[in-house]
């Protein structure tokens, strides 16, 4: 690589292949989980020579003591299966592309109204509501409080590019998570699971 490649090497979706063919998102769920564990990533590359990418954690802290027992059935064990609304296709894409590298299910919907006929399908079969705030038609909190009323307990994740103008706080439920984009997709899947830790261990 180039050293113009590799200054951006990192960034959330940058990609040096052509339009539809990547998203740029390996490398930067990679170096956003290895800072999250206190480590560092570098890379060393010279264009016709290779490339090598450098990993260092930090050495293994002792194990903290045992805490006290969850109901852990909540959240399958071999991931979440998460219902994703956002009329932005871009936004909507990567966003589910990244939540499967982090191991969910995802069922994408374009609309509130996809959404909501998903949820009074089968609401019980989801672990999470992920949804844009605005939106034609419904908005994320009027998407959530429908979808509620199949499924009480579904915890929510709202995402916005314009969370101080979407709408008064008043009007998210008292509980919920609000994402302010742009965000990293490590960053992304971190508060899914704190969402679902939180429903499993309330």
């Given at each position: 690589?180039?050293?113009?490649?590799?200054?951006r090497?990192f960034d959330p979706?940058?990609t040096t292949?052509?339009?539809?063919?990547?998203?740029g998102l390996?490398?930067?769920?990679?170096?956003?989980?290895?800072?999250a564990a206190g480590g560092?990533?570098?890379v060393?590359s010279?264009v016709?020579a290779?490339?090598?990418?450098?990993v260092?954690?930090?050495?293994?802290?002792?194990?903290?003591?045992?805490?006290?027992?969850?109901?852990v059935?909540?959240?399958?064990?071999?991931?979440?299966?998460?219902?994703?609304?956002?009329?932005?296709?871009?936004v909507?894409?990567?966003?589910?592309?990244?939540?499967?590298?982090?191991?969910h299910?995802?069922?994408?919907?374009?609309?509130?109204?996809a959404?909501?006929?998903?949820?009074?399908?089968?609401?019980?079969?989801?672990d999470?509501?992920?949804?844009?705030v605005v939106m034609p038609d419904?908005?994320g909190?009027e998407l959530?409080?429908?979808?509620?009323?199949?499924?009480?307990?579904?915890?929510?994740l709202f995402?916005?590019?314009y969370?101080?103008d979407?709408?008064?706080?008043a009007?998210?439920?008292?509980?919920?998570?609000?994402?302010?984009?742009p965000?990293?997709?490590?960053?992304?899947?971190?508060?899914?699971?704190?969402?679902?830790?939180?429903?499993?261990?309330p």
């Open positions: 690589m180039d050293a113009a490649t590799q200054a090497v979706f940058f292949k052509p339009v539809g063919k990547g998203t390996g490398l930067a769920t990679v170096h956003g989980i290895v800072h560092r990533v570098w060393q010279a016709g290779g490339t090598t990418f450098t260092e954690f930090p050495a293994a802290a002792p194990p903290p003591a045992a805490a006290a027992a969850c109901d059935a909540a959240t399958p064990a071999r991931g979440a299966t998460i219902l994703l609304v956002d009329d932005d296709p871009t909507r894409d990567t966003c589910a592309a990244a939540l499967r590298q982090f191991g299910r995802v069922e994408v919907a374009e609309t509130p109204a959404a909501l006929a998903l949820a009074r399908a089968d609401c019980a079969r989801f999470l509501l992920v949804t844009d419904l908005t909190p959530a409080a429908e979808v509620r009323k199949a499924c009480p307990d579904l915890p929510v995402i916005s590019g969370p101080d979407a709408l008064p706080p009007e998210f439920p008292a509980g919920d998570r609000l994402l302010a984009k965000f990293t997709p490590a960053r992304l899947g971190a508060v899914v699971d704190e969402v679902l830790a939180a429903r499993r261990c």
